[in-house]
């Protein structure tokens, strides 16, 4: 009898033992949620059980990797991998960059887009800071083999979890507990203005810590554990301050949240936390350390409260099992919502979807080719298991981009280089993309007016045919007054105007392949020397061309100007062809010139390529090369020569000035850039370049050109810059040295970009 009485008191004990459950509650806090991957890795590393989860915001993801089958040693990978720091900021991948569909880059600063045929009021501000391309597929990815396995019941999770999400509409928070989960935590952790919110059952979702950071109160709810752990690596924001604006933005949206776990049977783990940004996981690794230990040194308080103890082998078993479960991402059928069907059949030949059953990651590089589309303004993807077919069927909810734009930009500088930029573009979306674009540039330097059709094809191998037609002015003239002026008299002033046809094809993803033919015609007046009046009249020079050309660039470069990563490389090679005409002007020298015409055909490749290829923590090097090879023989005189032969020109600055020691019919020009990130987006950068040209072009007394002895003078040029990466474009404040220049150093302040139109011959 009493071995019986025994047998059941153990009985008893044992099942107690077995029945008791423990529940982890994982608030948000941006970056600092990382804490959390430290407190799970310390608890299952002294066999604490976790039989629930509820977590908010970044406690929402880290939450969901460990409920869908992820080890913390997986998770830390994840977050110290090279792709995670993209998911944050919104930045794509270079491996996935589709340069094929870049535009010509412009000096646009912003830009607002409207529909011209609706009532829609034009878009100004974003509604989000962050791009969520990047991140909506990588979660894709991590959760929705999960999600099949769960049969999209968060209770069926490898651990039972929760989620909270912040539904504005009716200002209070929504629990998430069955659906897609890489949906749900994509709506908990949607910070107001970071990123684009998400529809779940037709409501806009937020991030779910503006109501409740810290969901204990769901954790009881839902689950009613007998033992709480609380990870805590958030707290409420500190009282508006007058002059704050961002502290009054953030009370007004931010309800504060209840950090206390009303349950006798609870303990909270609160780590030691430094303040920082929302995004910045620059500490990841001391924030998952500071999490391990903190928990490791509450263990035996944990133990206490915890009476059972589960093994790595069992955990580990309970893991292997579930992800077993997780049927392969093997996609079936896509479908395409907010487009019409021949908008959807375009969308589809990008992708290429022609193979069944196409695993994800296949299908990747080219999601990522269709959201390069400037016809697309977001696309949120999600996979849906089909237990009859056993695959998964991919819904790509499409936001086409609104039909007109209108960018507006430029240049301002103390330098007489000042430029008003106002562009235009309509885009249309069909069996084929159309874009219609034009724009104009209006300063005393640079003037320029341009109109183009773009038309994209999505056949097996796409292709797009472009048109333009393009008018240039520079006037090299130096003065001290900005935009308008009295033009009179000129030194140099080179006009051209031409129309080019091009057909490009894609090579890889960031490649392409351009051939084209342009008709062009130049005018370049100017003086023949510097002692000229108002009743000299100038020169004036004309050619007019027929020239064709084949392109190849690859470019992964990060920035318009002032790039800090990447790769860029273009050979082109070009024929041209034309008849040059010369008027001399009351300056000239050269007898037996009038009504002088001369036709002149010549072959040119120019090469160059940019590399970026060394960052060591704070500091990137760079490597550039260009070089120049042509038959082009001399113009009339050396002006007229020196006016339509190529230049190099690598600074921005140099773009502005006509330099002739920086100009040959041949020539090869390498330099080192080193960058130094002293904060977020303030670079200060150090340039040096030889230019060695095969033989310098002189004038001779007559005004005359001639060529000196070969690879006989090289000369250099060096700059130091100071560039903020603003959210308009650079502000930069640089001290240039020009070799063999009657003004050897120049201090040189410019805001926005030194970009001009294409130009007809180089």
């Known amino acids: 009898m009493k071995r019986l009485i025994l047998l059941l008191l153990v009985c008893l004990f044992a ?49 969901g990797l460990y409920a869908s089958g992820y080890s913390p040693d997986e998770m830390i990978k994840i977050i110290n991998s090279k792709e995670f720091p993209e998911w944050v900021t919104g930045e794509i991948n270079e491996k996935y960059v589709y340069y094929f569909k870049n535009n010509e880059p412009r000096p646009a600063w912003f830009s607002f887009s409207f529909d011209y045929d609706s009532l829609v009021l034009p878009s100004i501000i974003p509604a989000n800071i962050i791009s969520p391309l990047q991140m909506d597929f990588a979660l894709m990815e991590l959760f929705s083999g999960a999600s099949a396995a769960a049969n999209y019941n968060f209770d069926s999770l490898m651990v039972p979890y929760r989620c909270v999400a912040s539904d504005i509409s009716e200002t209070k928070p929504m629990v998430l507990r069955n659906g897609n989960l890489s949906s749900a935590i994509r709506a908990s952790m949607t910070f107001p203005f970071y990123f684009k919110p998400i529809r779940i059952q037709g409501k806009l979702l937020f991030d779910g810590g503006m109501y409740n950071n810290f969901p204990a109160d769901i954790m009881m709810n839902e689950f009613n554990p007998d033992v709480i752990i609380g990870s805590k690596a958030a707290s409420n924001y500190e009282p508006p301050q007058e002059n704050n604006i961002l502290s009054q933005i953030q009370t007004m949206l931010m309800t504060k949240t209840d950090y206390e776990m009303h349950n006798p049977n609870s303990i909270m783990l609160e780590p030691e936390l430094p303040s920082i940004s929302l995004l910045d996981f620059s500490q990841s690794q001391t924030f998952i350390d500071s999490g391990y230990y903190s928990t490791v040194r509450k263990i035996e308080a944990i133990k206490k409260m915890v009476n059972r103890n589960v093994s790595r082998d069992s955990i580990t078993a309970k893991r292997i099992r579930f992800r077993k479960n997780q049927p392969p991402l093997l996609i079936d059928t896509i479908f395409f919502k907010g ?118 094809f999505a056949t097996k191998i796409p292709f797009y045919l472009e048109g333009n037609l393009c008018f240039n002015q520079w006037d090299y003239f130096k003065t001290s007054t900005y935009f308008f002026e009295d033009k009179t008299p000129s030194y140099l002033i080179k006009n051209e105007n031409h129309f080019e046809a091009d057909l490009g094809l894609p090579f890889g993803n960031d490649g392409k392949f351009v051939s084209g033919i342009t008709l062009g015609h130049i005018r370049n007046d100017y003086y023949q020397n510097n002692y000229f009046s108002r009743k000299d009249t100038a020169d004036k020079s004309y050619f007019d061309m027929i020239t064709t050309h084949i392109l190849f660039e690859s470019n992964t470069l990060n920035k318009r100007e002032y790039a800090n990563k990447g790769l860029n490389t273009i050979v082109e090679f070009r024929h041209i062809w034309g008849e040059e005409k010369y008027l001399p002007g009351s300056t000239s020298l050269i007898e037996g010139s009038q009504n002088y015409t001369r036709t002149h055909s010549w072959l040119q490749l120019k090469m160059s390529y940019q590399n970026y290829f060394q960052r060591l923590k704070k500091l990137t090097l760079g490597f550039y090369l260009e070089s120049m090879l042509s038959t082009q023989k001399f113009f009339q005189n050396y002006t007229a020569t020196m006016l339509v032969t190529p230049a190099f020109e690598v600074l921005p600055e140099s773009r502005t000035l006509f330099q002739p020691t920086y100009r040959a019919h041949n020539y ?95």
């Open 15 to 63: 099942f107690g033992s077995r029945a008791q459950k423990v529940g982890l509650v994982l608030s948000g806090g941006g970056a600092k949620g990382i804490t959390h991957i430290g407190v799970i890795k310390a608890l299952e590393d002294n066999g604490i059980p976790i039989d629930y989860i509820s977590g908010t915001s970044m406690g929402a993801i880290i939450g």
């Open 668 to 762: 090869l020009a390498s330099g080192f850039q080193a960058v130094f990130n002293i904060i977020t987006n303030l670079d200060f950068r150090f340039e040096t370049y030889i230019f060695q040209p095969y033989q310098e072009i002189l004038q001779q007394n007559d005004q005359s050109p001639e060529y000196g002895p070969i690879f006989a003078k090289r000369y250099f040029l060096n700059s130091s810059v100071l560039v903020y990466h603003s959210p308009f474009g650079p502000i930069s404040l640089s001290l240039n040295y020009y070799d063999n220049s009657d003004k050897k150093f120049s201090l040189f302040f410019n805001i926005g970009y030194i970009i001009f139109n294409k130009r007809v011959l180089y």
């Open 339 to 456: 487009v019409n069907k021949h908008q959807a059949r375009y969308l589809d030949k990008i992708l290429l979807h022609k193979s069944i059953h196409s695993p994800l990651d296949k299908l990747k590089p080219e999601y990522f080719k269709l959201i390069a589309d400037d016809k697309i303004q977001t696309i949120y993807p999600t996979l849906k298991f089909d237990k009859k077919s056993g695959f998964y069927d991919l819904f790509l909810d499409v936001e086409r981009e609104r039909n007109t734009s209108i960018n507006i930009g430029g240049n301002i500088s103390p330098n007489p280089i000042n430029e008003a930029f106002f562009g235009i573009q309509y885009k249309h979306l069909g069996r084929q993309a159309v874009t219609m674009a034009a724009n104009s540039y209006i300063g005393r330097f640079y003037s320029s007016g341009y109109i183009g059709t773009r038309l994209d």
